[in-house]
């Protein structure tokens, strides 16, 4: 599965690099792609192991805002 969530507050690189990290780190996550211009994160996961709203609160978690 593709899911795209838009994330409010990342402007560096450090952002892109705690966000995908983080997302990472979640049992399930196959691939993340950060895109600091549009402040869009496209994830690739198995449905089975990982939900979206686990994905919102790992991101939350470092001090993003999901739009």
């Known amino acids: 599965m593709q899911t795209t969530i838009d994330v409010q507050g ?4 450090h952002c892109k690099s705690s966000v995908e990290g983080s997302l990472k780190e979640l049992n399930g996550i196959t691939a993340v792609e950060v895109d600091l211009s549009t402040g869009k994160v496209a994830v690739t996961y ?5 939900t ?16």
């Not at 990342?10 to 690189?13: E, K």
């Not at 198995?46 to 990982?50: F, G």
């Not at 994905?55 to 993003?64: C, K, S, T």
């Open 10 to 13: 990342m402007t560096c690189g």
């Open 46 to 50: 198995e449905e089975e192991k990982v």
């Open 52 to 67: 979206v709203e686990d994905m919102r609160e790992a991101i939350e978690e470092q001090g993003y805002d999901i739009a």
